[in-house]
């Protein structure tokens, strides 16, 4: 069974800081483009960041750029979010997915086969 699973959200003040992690199983996911999208409360999901395959690209939604970092260890088939300077608008559920046939980042959601539960970050002001 493929399965991605996040962890690390939580509750944390504005300013502060969250590492989430996103492990995967059941397959290797050494070769597939990962991202992050998330879901503000009664918003639709939007994406975060993507990372490739090999790891020297990446791609941030403005509203996230220079704050939130990407990266990936395929050796633990394991992909990260690294969240500083977090703002009340960050507080979302927070998915990662995996496409398998692109070499490309997608930003939409379509092109994404796998996805995980979701973790809550929720950022307080």
């Known amino acids: 069974q493929v399965t991605l699973v996040e962890s690390g959200g939580g509750l944390v003040q504005a300013g502060g800081s969250l590492r989430l992690s996103c492990a995967a199983s059941?397959?290797?996911?050494?070769?597939?483009?990962m991202a992050w999208f998330r879901q503000p409360p009664g918003k639709g999901r939007e994406f975060v960041a993507g990372?490739?395959?090999?790891?020297?690209?990446?791609i941030f939604a403005d509203s996230v750029k220079g704050r939130f970092t990407i990266s990936r260890d395929n050796d633990k088939n394991t992909v990260y979010l690294q969240m500083n300077s977090l703002k009340p608008e960050d507080t979302a559920v927070y998915y990662c997915?995996?496409?398998?046939?692109?070499?490309?980042?997608?930003?939409?959601?379509?092109?994404?086969?796998?996805w995980g539960q979701g973790t809550q970050v929720t950022v307080s002001s």
């Open positions: 990372i490739n395959s090999g790891g020297d690209k990446t």
């Open positions: 059941g397959r290797t996911f050494t070769y597939d483009v």
């Open positions: 997915a995996a496409d398998r046939f692109r070499d490309s980042i997608q930003v939409t959601t379509t092109p994404y086969d796998y």
